[in-house]
């Protein structure tokens, strides 16, 4: 049996609203459609658009820390020690 939602999800909008190359937004991460649909969706359609919004901000930090790690260190650049 399922438990009935008694309040609505809200929308994970951080006022942010900048697009990144793939298509979703920087603040929130979620796509352009997820955006525009948000108000239409079901509760159990947010809560899983909110997983990949996770997913996606998660992937993000992945890919953040990969290339800190990669690129030396800007506050050595030019100094033997």
């Known amino acids: 049996m399922q438990q009935i939602e008694i309040f609505d999800i809200p929308s994970p909008c951080k006022g942010i609203c900048l697009v990144n190359n793939r298509g979703y937004c920087k603040g929130c991460y979620r796509s352009r459609d997820e ?3 948000w ?6 359609q947010k809560k899983k658009v909110l997983s990949l919004c996770q997913q996606r901000y998660k992937r993000y930090l ?9 690129s030396p260190q800007a506050d050595q650049q030019g100094f033997d020690f």
């Open 39 to 44: 108000n239409s969706l079901t509760n159990s």
């Open 35 to 37: 955006r525009f649909t």
């Open 62 to 70: 992945q890919q953040k820390n990969k290339v800190a790690q990669s």
